[in-house]
Nanobody, 117 residues
Framework: QVQLVESGGGLVQPGGSLRLSCAASRLVFTDYHMSWYRQAPGKERELVATIDAVSYSTDYAVSVKGRFTIWRDDVENTVYLRMSSLKPHDTAVYYC??????????WGQGTQVTVSP
């Protein structure tokens, strides 16, 4: 069974930064497009950032563009999300998402990010 394990969440003040990591195992990492989603209390889960398996092209939600950066390490089987200039509305559980080029989807358990003074 594919495993995605997120880490790096925590409490940070507004304007601060965090780096999330998602370590993937039991899969051929280079066959998977990788993404980060988030879900705030009472809200639907939303796509934050994604990186293509082949082209390494990236895409971001409008609300995080210019503040967040996604990248992947295909040797370490890890995808990262660097979050800067964090705002209270970035508070959410952040989930790692893997989508195989043939369509199978896997989710991590999530890591809590809280932005508060």
């Amino acid at each position: 069974q594919v495993q995605l394990v997120e880490s790096g969440g925590g409490l940070v003040q507004p304007g601060g930064s965090l780096r999330l990591s998602c370590a993937a195992s039991r899969l051929v990492f280079t066959d998977y497009h990788m993404s980060w989603y988030r879900q705030a209390p009472g809200k639907e889960r939303e796509l934050v950032a994604t990186i293509d398996a082949v082209s390494y092209s990236t895409d971001y939600a409008v609300s995080v563009k210019g503040r967040f950066t996604i990248w992947r390490d295909d040797v370490e089987n890890t995808v990262y999300l660097r979050m800067s200039s964090l705002k209270p509305h970035d508070t959410a559980v952040y989930y790692c998402h893997a989508r195989a080029i043939w369509g199978d989807v896997y989710w991590g358990q999530g890591t809590q990010v809280t932005v508060s003074p």
